[in-house]
């Protein structure tokens, strides 16, 4: 596991792409909790509910970082690097 992600030169300025997981709200699914791509502002379902878009997200358009999209939560992940980390002075990204 590397100590810090390498990949934060791909985080775009983004707006997320739906107030709830996008993938699930067109098909009807339900989702646990929310994250959003910082490569294009995907936001996905997590892996705790049963579709796990925002990891599908990631393997298929190999954007490697979000951060949480709930309320109160500032954490971000990296996929390729396998580190989890906080930004200073991020924008805070909390869906409605």
Not at 26 to 39: E, K, N
């Amino acid at each position: 596991m590397s100590p810090e992600c390498t990949h934060l030169d791909q985080v775009a300025d983004v707006r997320p792409s739906s107030d709830g997981c996008e993938d699930c709200l067109r098909t009807g699914g339900q989702w646990v909790h929310l994250r959003l791509c910082m490569s294009c502002g995907h936001a996905g379902c997590c892996d705790n509910s049963p579709n796990r878009h925002a990891t599908a997200h990631v393997h298929a358009e190999h954007h490697p970082i979000i951060p949480s999209y709930e309320p109160g939560e500032e954490w971000w992940w990296c996929y390729l690097d396998d580190v989890a980390f906080d930004v200073p002075d991020a924008p805070s990204f909390a869906h409605p």
